[in-house]
Each structure stands twice: as structure tokens, then as C-alpha cells.
């Protein structure tokens, strides 16, 4: 099978190549949003720690 | 011993940390399988004797559709727990199921759209499947407007959970929508009583796929999931250690 002949994929190409694109972009954002959720919630957390900290300290 | 795991996996530091440590073999063997199953079913099956290579959609298209109702479940029954049970992290991982739910409702549907117009003329149909999977997605983005809505959390995840319960009943009507009425949509050739219908060769690569997602949406779930741990948890001695 050609190069070609798979990125034609039998006329289909319309429709197969921007269903596979579509997918690949909605995992690769859901890893993105899924790190950046937690990496936001962990510094929320620590400034609330520090403020405490500082809070009780004072 | 079922409700000393139930009460460990319940509290949250030892959420945090399980679910930290788990992430990583979830998500490896998704990225694998994932490109195994793309090989196999862009590669390997043959084109369809009806559908040529159109067909191939389908290795993106039934994944996305299954993870769009399993996710819901899982959203359902964790509000449900936490309701009943009064269980944060339960709420924490309901919380984290909606937008990976959705964005996958979403990713059916298109996918189907551009499956459909090759194959049946047209985009979009209000047809009983397609028009029932519309409502999953409305369902998902209502549970998330309504969480956005509140700005306490707890009160956000009882709000929420009522409408995550309620919600269910559409998982069903869904799922046998191509059996009840008459839809332009084919009916299940996998998740049914007795052989699939479908050569080994095309199944294959469809079972690595669907794996692949289920596992991909484990490790996306643990890790929102701990995020929305660390945010239900004020003043707790052990984030501390746990951001040490």
C-alpha cells in the first residue's frame, strides 16, 4: 500500500483524516486541562497554607 | 474488608496519594494500546466491503461514544455517593467527570456527523440516537453552568449531584435508542448477547481503542480528581506534607 493510496484513504479522506484530528486534539487539550486543574488547585492550596501560617504567626 | 477500602480510598489524603501514584499506570498503557490500536485500525483491518475506509471512523467514533455514557455513570454514582454518604472525595470525582465527559460527548458527535454525511447523506438527523446523545452533552454542560453558578463548594456538589442523578434515566434511552425506534443509526455490533458481529482483524484494533480511552479517562480523572481533593479540604495538616 502506497503513501498515497492511505492518505486517500479510498475517497474517504474528507472525513476519516478530520475525525482522527478532532480526537487527537480533544485528548492532547483534556491531558492539558486535567494538569493545569491540578496544578492550579495545588497553588490555591499552598498560598492558603502560607496565609495561615503567617496569620498564625503574627 | 469491602468498607475498609471504601473508608480508606474515602479519605482524602489517601485519595491524594493513591490516585497520585496510580496515574502514571493508567496512563502509559493508554498511550500504548492507543498506538496500537491506531496502527491496527488504520493499517491492519481491511476496508469494509460496504463502507471502504470510511469505516475507519469508527475506531474514534464508538470509544468516544462509550466513554460519553461510562463517564456519565461514573458521574452519577459518585454524586450519588457523595450525597448519601457525605463523602467529599466522592464529590471530587464527580466533579472532575463532567468536562472530560463532555468534551467526549462532543467528540462523538462530531465524529458521527462526519461519519453520517458519507454514509447516510447527511450531517445531522433528529434521529432518536443522535438526538438522545445531544442531550447527554446539554446534560454535561448544565452540570458544569450549575456548578459555576455556586460559589460554595459543598453546596455546588449537592446542587449538582441532584442533577447528575436525575440525569441517568438518559443513559439508558441512549443506549437502546437503535433498538426501540426506528433509527438511521446501525445497531450495536459489539456490546451484545452472542458474537460480534465483525471479523477479528477489525475488532481487534476497535478493543485496543476502547481500552485505550477507558484507561486514558482513568488517568485524567484521578488526576482532576485530586485537584478537586485539595480544593474541598481547608486547613488540613496533611497537604502540607502532601505539597511538601
Same mark, same amino acid.
Given at each position: 500500500m502506497?503513501l498515497?493510496?492511505f ?13 482522527? *484530528? *478532532? ?12 494538569r /493545569?486543574?491540578? /496544578?492550579l488547585?495545588?497553588?490555591?492550596? /499552598? ?6 501560617a503567617?496569620r498564625s504567626a503574627? | 474488608?469491602?468498607w475498609? %477500602? ?9 485519595? +491524594? ?7 502514571p499506570? &493508567?496512563? %502509559?498503557?493508554a ?6 490500536? @491506531?496502527?491496527g ?5 481491511p476496508?469494509?466491503y460496504?463502507q ?11 470509544? #468516544?461514544?462509550w466513554?460519553?455514557?461510562?463517564? +456519565?455513570?461514573?458521574?452519577? &454514582? ?7 454518604w ?11 467527570c463532567?468536562p ?8 462523538? &458527535?462530531?465524529t458521527?456527523m462526519l461519519?453520517?454525511?458519507p454514509?447516510w447523506g447527511?450531517?445531522?438527523e433528529?434521529?432518536?440516537r443522535l438526538?438522545?446523545? @445531544?442531550?447527554?452533552?446539554f446534560?454535561y454542560? !448544565?452540570?458544569?453552568g450549575?456548578?459555576n453558578?455556586?460559589?460554595e ?5 449537592r446542587a449538582?449531584?441532584? &442533577?447528575?442523578?436525575? !440525569?441517568v ?5 441512549i443506549?437502546y435508542s437503535?433498538i426501540w %425506534?426506528?433509527s ?14 465483525m471479523?477479528? #482483524?477489525m ?5 485496543l481503542?476502547?481500552?485505550a ?12 480528581a485530586?485537584?478537586?481533593?485539595l480544593?474541598r479540604?481547608r486547613a488540613?495538616h496533611?497537604i ?5
Open positions: 502506497s498515497t493510496n492518505l486517500h484513504m479510498g475517497g474517504y479522506a474528507p472525513f476519516v483524516w478530520p475525525s482522527y *484530528l *478532532l480526537s487527537a486534539l480533544v485528548i492532547v487539550f483534556n491531558i492539558m486541562a486535567a /493545569r486543574s491540578l /496544578r488547585a495545588q497553588q490555591a492550596a /499552598r498560598r492558603r497554607f502560607d496565609l495561615a503567617d503574627s | 474488608m469491602a475498609v %477500602w471504601f473508608h480508606k480510598f474515602g479519605s482524602p489524603p489517601h485519595f +491524594y496519594r493513591i490516585a497520585g501514584r496510580l496515574t499506570w &493508567l496512563a %502509559w498503557p498511550l500504548l494500546l492507543g498506538l496500537a490500536g @491506531l496502527y485500525g488504520l493499517v491492519l483491518a476496508a469494509d460496504q471502504g475506509d470510511g469505516f475507519r471512523i469508527l475506531y474514534v467514533h464508538v470509544p #468516544s461514544a466513554l460519553s455514557l461510562m463517564v +456519565y455513570v461514573v458521574m452519577a &454514582l459518585s454524586a450519588a455517593v457523595g450525597l448519601i457525605r463523602m467529599n472525595v466522592a464529590h471530587a470525582v464527580a466533579a472532575s463532567a472530560i465527559g463532555a468534551s467526549f460527548t462532543a467528540l462523538a &458527535l462530531v458521527g461519519w453520517g454525511r454514509m447527511t450531517y445531522w433528529w434521529d432518536p438526538t438522545s446523545e @445531544l442531550l447527554l452533552l446534560l454542560l !448544565g452540570y458544569i450549575l456548578r453558578s455556586i460559589d463548594v459543598s453546596r455546588a456538589d449538582s449531584a441532584v &442533577l447528575a442523578i436525575v !440525569g434515566v438518559n443513559v439508558p434511552i443506549h437503535v %425506534w426506528n438511521l443509526h446501525q445497531a450495536p455490533s459489539v456490546m451484545k448477547f452472542g458474537k460480534p458481529t471479523p477479528a #482483524s475488532l481487534v484494533p476497535l478493543l481503542m476502547w481500552l480511552f477507558t484507561l486514558l479517562f482513568g488517568a485524567l480523572l484521578l488526576i482532576r485530586r485537584g478537586q481533593v480544593r479540604e488540613a496533611w502540607r506534607e502532601a505539597l511538601a
